[in-house]
């Protein structure tokens, strides 16, 4: 009988940081990419049980469940709990379109007092609460790579990338948490 390969998580046991930035690997947590017109909007919120925001950089949040706003049709929503989100829209007969994309992305939490400035090492955006409040989220980019980065509490962030950026964003994260704390 052929043994079966175990993918071994990305970053697994990674942890940087400094006296003012800590950057560690989110939890496993199951994502999903979903698209879908104006009209769905309503009973996807429904069906999902999270509010899929309809403006600009903005997210739903609910009980460990994200939607984060990526386009005028166009979120990911992430589930902490590891809720099957697909199978919460199977059969519900709303047009859209998602993909389970647990396995492409990576979660990495960015926090402390100089969480914004770690991540100002990489990113073009203004991450001043003021521009980019709690909630905020965007499609952005990190050095070379894409990310979507999402601000969870005053000082803390998710930055989701591909698996396969993983290891540079991690190491670009980290020298940005040194550089912060000078």
């Known amino acids: ?78 589930d902490e709990a590891g ?19 647990s396995h492409r992305n990576v979660g990495i939490i960015v926090s402390g007092p100089g969480a914004a400035v770690a991540l100002s090492a990489g ?7 003021e521009v980019f409040p709690v909630g905020a989220c965007s499609r952005t980019i990190f050095g070379k790579a894409e990310i979507v980065l999402f601000r969870t509490e005053d000082e803390t962030f998710r930055v989701e990338c591909w698996r396969s950026f993983s290891d540079y964003v991690f190491g670009l994260l980290a020298e940005g948490a040194e550089d912060a704390s000078h």
Do not use: F, Y
């Not at 199951?30 to 403006?55: F, I, K, M, Y």
């Not at 809720?83 to 994309?101: E, F, K, Q």
């Open 123 to 129: 990113c073009p955006q203004d991450l001043s609460l």
């Open 83 to 101: 809720s099957d989100l697909s199978a919460l829209l199977t059969g519900a007969g709303i047009l859209h379109s998602a993909v389970d994309v």
């Open 1 to 78: 009988m052929a043994e079966v390969a175990i993918r071994k998580p990305a970053l697994s046991g990674l942890l940087a940081g400094s006296a003012t930035v800590r950057v560690t690997v989110a939890p496993v947590a199951n994502r999903l990419s979903l698209r879908a017109p104006a009209e769905s909007v309503s009973a996807l919120t429904s069906a999902l049980g999270v509010a899929l925001p309809t403006a600009p950089k903005t997210s739903g949040r609910t009980a460990g469940r994200s939607a984060l706003w990526l386009g005028p049709d166009e979120w990911l929503v992430i």
